[in-house]
């Protein structure tokens, strides 16, 4: 059975990892960040986009509030600084027991 402190866990460790992963992102010169890979997403700062986007993505769902574009590669942020800033708090926070029916 999945219980509250599990969604709370994962939500720390999303918090955690993003965190993480934003300020290596911080640290790389503007060419490295924006360098073309190959990659899905064509570079880092595509694939943070779209990692972003997903995030809001499953909030949306499952809250029913929040925006995101339809397209999966939207340039959410152009500035990576305005990528990387914290997030502001969860449209989840206070919202328990909405999440724990969905379990049901």
């Known amino acids: 059975m999945i ?3 599990h969604f709370e866990q994962l939500a720390a ?3 955690w990892a993003n ?4 300020a ?5 010169s503007e060419l490295s960040y924006r360098l073309r890979t190959g990659v899905y997403f ?3 700062h595509g694939t943070l986009n779209h990692q972003l986007l997903t995030d ?3 909030l949306k769902r499952l809250t029913g509030e929040g925006d995101y ?4 590669n939207a340039i959410l942020y ?3 600084i305005e990528l990387t800033k914290p997030a502001k708090p969860p449209p989840m926070a206070g919202r328990k027991q909405e999440v724990l029916q969905l379990r049901e």
């Open 3 to 5: 219980t509250l402190e």
């Open 13 to 15: 460790y999303n918090r």
């Open 19 to 22: 965190a993480r992963l934003y």
């Open 24 to 28: 290596a992102a911080l640290d790389l």
């Open 42 to 44: 064509g570079s880092l």
């Open 56 to 58: 809001r993505l499953w």
């Open 69 to 72: 574009p339809n397209d999966l």
């Open 78 to 80: 152009e500035d990576r």
